[in-house]
């Protein structure tokens, strides 16, 4: 199992980034996948995930209607269109996978954890 996060940059406040997480070695269809992030000195945190069973997502509440997250099953590629970036959302960011997705997400059962990409907003 392998993902990979790509994407990451440097953008001034308000702006976007699209980054792309492609995986390797496990069926979507019956998996979660999950875009995570750490800021410096701060714990990693859950900020959107898809289901591989119907499309269905889920996001934390401090990028609801800002941060979008898609996949696109033919290129095994997950995506994470950011708009309205805020200094705040400067972080590490990971992808990671559920292999027991049941229909409910939970933040904490995501696991194999690719290296990240680091997305810094300036203000």
């Known amino acids: 199992v392998q993902l990979q996060a790509s994407g990451g940059g440097l953008v001034q406040a308000g702006g976007s980034l699209r980054l792309s997480c492609v995986y390797s070695g496990f069926s979507f269809e019956s998996n979660a996948i999950a875009w995570f992030r750490q800021a410096p000195g701060k714990e990693r945190e859950g900020i959107a995930a898809?289901?591989?069973?119907?499309?269905?997502?889920y996001y934390r509440d401090s990028v609801k209607g800002r941060f979008t997250i898609s996949a696109d099953g033919a290129k095994n590629t997950v995506f994470l269109t950011m708009n309205n970036l805020k200094p705040e959302d400067t972080a590490l960011y990971y992808c990671a996978q559920d292999p027991y997705f049941n229909g409910s997400f939970y933040w904490g059962v995501f696991r194999s954890y690719g290296q990240g990409t680091l997305v810094t907003v300036s203000s």
């Open positions: 898809v289901s591989g069973w119907d499309g269905s997502t």
